[in-house]
């Protein structure tokens, strides 16, 4: 099978061995691009469920009393869209509140 696609890319007039290396660039560019985007929701849902533990039962609009037990069991379970919801749903309608720091004297 190789032996037949060098005689075919030999009559092209293209080396096997840049058609591998096209194959190889184009590889090593989704795995480039996949870890991004992986590395980027990752970072995300880290963010949503520290703002989820962070805020306060009555600031969630559903759900009742265990509103925030339940968002963060969904966004512990199932991870792949769910903090993009989180976010659409609960952090950009109500933002939290800034607890005031005490200063070291």
Same mark, same amino acid.
């Given at each position: 099978?190789?032996?037949?696609?060098?005689? $075919?890319?030999?009559?092209?007039?293209?080396?096997?061995?840049?058609?591998?290396?096209?194959?190889?660039?184009?590889?090593?560019?989704?795995?480039?691009?996949?870890?991004?985007? =992986?590395?980027?929701?990752?970072?995300?849902?880290?963010?949503?469920?520290?703002?989820? $533990?962070?805020?306060?039962?009555?600031?969630?609009?559903?759900?009742?009393?265990?509103?925030?037990?339940?968002?963060?069991?969904?966004?512990?379970?199932?991870? =792949?869209?769910?903090?993009?919801?989180?976010?659409?749903?609960?952090?950009?309608?109500?933002?939290?509140?800034? $607890?005031?720091?005490?200063?070291?004297?």
């Amino acid at each position: 099978m190789e032996t037949l696609m060098t005689i $075919i890319l030999g009559y092209l007039g293209i080396a096997a061995t840049s058609v591998y290396a096209v194959f190889f660039m184009i590889w090593f560019y989704f795995i480039i691009v996949s870890t991004i985007i =992986s590395t980027a929701l990752f970072v995300f849902w880290v963010i949503a469920l520290i703002d989820c $533990i962070k805020r306060d039962n009555k600031d969630f609009a559903i759900g009742g009393e265990n509103a925030k037990l339940i968002w963060i069991l969904i966004l512990i379970l199932v991870r =792949s869209i769910t903090p993009i919801v989180y976010y659409l749903l609960i952090m950009k309608k109500k933002p939290q509140k800034k $607890i005031p720091r005490k200063k070291k004297k």
